[in-house]
């Protein structure tokens, strides 16, 4: 029996799309919301990403009126682990993984007093924040709500628009192209891991050239990393990831 030899698809590893990648979506910071949950689990997961060559890393702990994470608690939390981190990995022939603080906020009474209060814990450029919304039902008033957080001066950064499911395409078009929402794609999304509806979706939104950043949405590194070892995505994907990945990294 005869096999084409060249593979069309692989994994993002295989691909090498995350050496040198950012990670803008994660929840490694311990101890905090329904991600890593303690010190010892932060470090190895970050002592993995230097593994798999990945540079940067935002840590964005769910803030929202269910986890009303006070700014000054996740910063003094960042501290104790970046310090960890660093006498951890000192002596490691693996480089280190500048890690950042951020946050992913719902779009919810909680994040309407931090804005009002200017206290929100942006990522890149101290301009975005990065939203979530519910995954069942769509926000009342989601195109007000967002224009508000725009008013304040922040670029809304959507977390894992693919799996809004009650969103149509115009939605997608409102918010990305008239409005200047910013998109990130969760990159388990795009292999099948939310289901057969969210990666058809993250599909169409890559291939419409949405999508500005990309992020693992990390709470649990074994499943990320089946993600990108167990799984294949096309050629033409790769190629469009490795754009956006090119552009985010630092
Ligand atoms: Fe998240």
């Not at 069309?8 to 090498?16: D, H, I, Q, S, V």
């Not at 919301?33 to 002592?47: E, I």
Request: hydrophobic fraction near 35%; include cysteine.
């Amino acid at each position: 029996m005869w096999f084409w030899p060249f593979t069309r698809e692989k994994t993002y590893k295989e691909a090498g799309l995350l050496n040198g990648m950012t990670d803008w979506h994660t929840h490694i910071l311990p101890g905090v919301d329904d991600g890593v949950a303690n010190m010892d689990d932060a470090v190895k997961t970050l002592k993995q990403y230097s593994h798999m060559d990945i540079r940067e890393v935002w840590l964005t702990p769910h803030i929202n009126v269910d986890m009303p994470n006070e700014t000054d608690v996740l910063r003094k939390r960042f501290d104790e682990l970046q310090q960890v981190y660093q006498n951890f990995e000192h002596s490691s022939e693996h480089h280190l993984v500048k890690i950042h603080l951020g946050g992913e906020y719902m779009l919810d009474s909680l994040l309407l007093e931090r804005l009002c209060k200017r206290d929100i814990l942006t990522l890149g450029d101290d301009t975005h924040l990065l939203l979530q919304l519910g995954i069942a039902n769509q926000p009342e008033k989601l195109f007000d709500k967002i224009r508000e957080i725009q008013n304040v001066g922040y670029v809304p950064l959507l977390a894992h628009p693919e799996r809004y499911l009650y969103m149509s395409r115009s939605d997608y078009h409102t918010l990305r192209k008239d409005m200047g929402v910013e998109f990130q794609l969760n990159l388990p999304s795009l292999v099948g891991l939310y289901g057969p509806e969210a990666m058809r979706r993250a599909k169409m939104l890559l291939e419409a050239g949405y999508y500005t950043y990309v992020g693992s949405d990390l709470h649990n590194l074994h499943k990320f990393y089946a993600a990108i070892t167990e799984y294949k995505i096309s050629t033409k994907h790769i190629e469009l990831l490795r754009e956006i990945v090119d552009s985010t990294a630092k």
